[in-house]
């Protein structure tokens, strides 16, 4: 260690170059890691001193983004949310996210997993086209309602669980753990009104939540504490308990506007919003 | 409209339930009775396999629905999981309804195998003087 406290640490780095690599290959870089330096600042340094031909995704910095979703270690994680100095020992193994075609070196291709995610229409669907299209308040729901999908909405779709998941790595076809969790979110939500719709798209053929056997890796992986193998294991009990028709949920009608004995306007404590600091905004 | 998956899968649970009550009383009735005597499945004292004991279990017409559900159930449930653990491998669609027919015509034909097994077995048990 020297005296700034810096620690040389081996980044050894997955490379492939579609251009030039007919198969991956490993890189070792020799990084001074500073006390409180992520993965993402490791790469960093070696793209500013070692390597600037060095690909990842990332754009945050602070594990909200989801961009910079990698294998550290053999485990998926996102490379701004881990201290270099909690996953280390002498040699950092980095590869793309395992799962996703590699686009170059660290960056995979998540294009598929997103595919997936349209494909389950993750967004309320509801029949009062105009008042979505206009809103003219708020769908009223109870905080019990909202809790039934709150940690489930965390979801930042870094692709951590896709690539953890034992099931998505066999089979293509499998919708896979975020876009399945994302599913239920909005499945479960009450303001939704396409229960039956949701329902039949997930009840036939690899889309739903069938193949998933439970390992539970995504959930053990995801960096956001979302618990998708939670909320695949609620789906499967909702379309079962549908099924047998003793779902609360297939029979439900979407919530309302908020009714106007609720309607309290702006609570007297929340202070109004400091004033504009750059002159002609609004 | 089709929920096939939510349907087999919904049954392959219920079977597992059922087959676990089922296969609970076969124990019962066969493996525990010097513990739990059931007297009216086997009258002829502790060995479930005394012939005496085998003829009695043979005319109760609730062994022979008992063991006919057993043999249903248990063979949705066994060959549906193994349907699954094939799935698993990742064969092309073609494979798969091959694989999902030959299931299906094995487990039908079984069924009536074990089904007229347990008919015999009462017709059998009846025709015994005694």
Redesign the interface.
Known sequence: MSNNGAKEFVFRVRRFDPIKDDSPHYEDFKVPVQPGWTILEGLWYIKENLDSSLSWRSSCRMGVCGSCGMLVNGSPTLACNTQIRDVATDVLMLAPLPNFDIIRDLVPDLAPMFDKHTHLQPYIQRDDHEEMLEPTDQYWQSPEQLEQFLQFSYCIKCGCCMAACP?FA???TFSGPMPLAAGYRYLIDSRDDAFKKR??L????GV?P??C?YAGECSAVCPKGVDPARAIQFM?RE??L???RLSKAGKRKPAELLPAEKRHGRRDEIPEAPPFTVEGAS | ??????????WH?AAGVIILVLLGAHMLTMHLNGVLPIESLNPAGDDPLDWANVVARGREVSQVFGYIFLVGFGLFHGLYGLR?IL????PAAGLKRLISVVLLLLGLGLFVYGAWSAVAARTMALSVSG
Do not use: C, I, P, Q
């Open positions: 099931t066999s089979d293509a329902k039949n997930l009840g036939s053929g739903g069938w193949r056997h499967k379309l079962v549908d099924y047998l | 409209m089709s929920m096939k998956d939510t349907k087999l899968w919904t649970m699954n799935f698993e491998l990742n």
